[in-house]
């Protein structure tokens, strides 16, 4: 085990250590410009399509479970924003959100099962042929992205019906 982890790439480590701060980050109640909230859900969604390509082509057969799970995982996002609330500043285009640890629980699950997969890609590629691999890793990666883009069209739903309210800092 120390061997895998001292042979991990140190941009891996520092993409982790990125990915806890903005995480931790997230647990304290935030006011953000709204287009600061659709950073991260495009990040890991650009991120996981990406992935797809370069791992399994863009081929019909490993797209469309991909987007069926990231469809799954967009449901369970617009539910869980449905239990958060926001405050919106419609003149600035701000949005202050609660805070809690939904984000950071979400990231480590991405960055866990990027790091898994990556790990077996790297070395045990031939596990990659029977369809229980490359699903696994599709749906996983589908169903976590659709999380957070259900997360902020969710937020985005609320920040329009909301009313306006000062948040200048």
Do not use: C
Request: proline share 5%; glycine share 8%; aromatic share 12%.
């Amino acid at each position: 085990m120390l061997q895998i982890l001292v042979n991990t790439p140190v941009w891996v480590w520092v993409l982790l250590a990125f990915l806890l701060f903005l995480g931790v980050r997230a647990l304290r109640p935030t006011i953000a410009p709204l287009w600061r909230t659709a950073l991260l859900p495009s990040a890991f969604f650009l991120w996981g399509l990406s992935s797809l390509y370069e791992l399994h082509g863009l081929r019909y057969e490993r797209v469309l479970p991909w987007l069926a799970a990231v469809a799954g995982g967009t449901i369970v996002g617009l539910l869980i924003a449905r239990t958060q609330t926001i405050q919106a500043d419609k003149t600035r285009h701000l949005v202050r959100t609660a805070g809690g640890p939904m984000t950071l629980i979400l990231i480590l699950l991405i960055f866990a099962t990027k790091y898994e997969f990556g790990y077996l890609h790297a070395t045990r590629p031939d596990l990659f042929a029977e369809p229980r691999f490359w699903l696994a890793e599709i749906a996983v990666s589908g169903v976590i992205s659709g999380m957070f883009i259900g997360r902020f069209a969710g937020l985005l739903r609320q920040y329009r019906q909301a009313p306006h309210q000062d948040l200048a800092v």
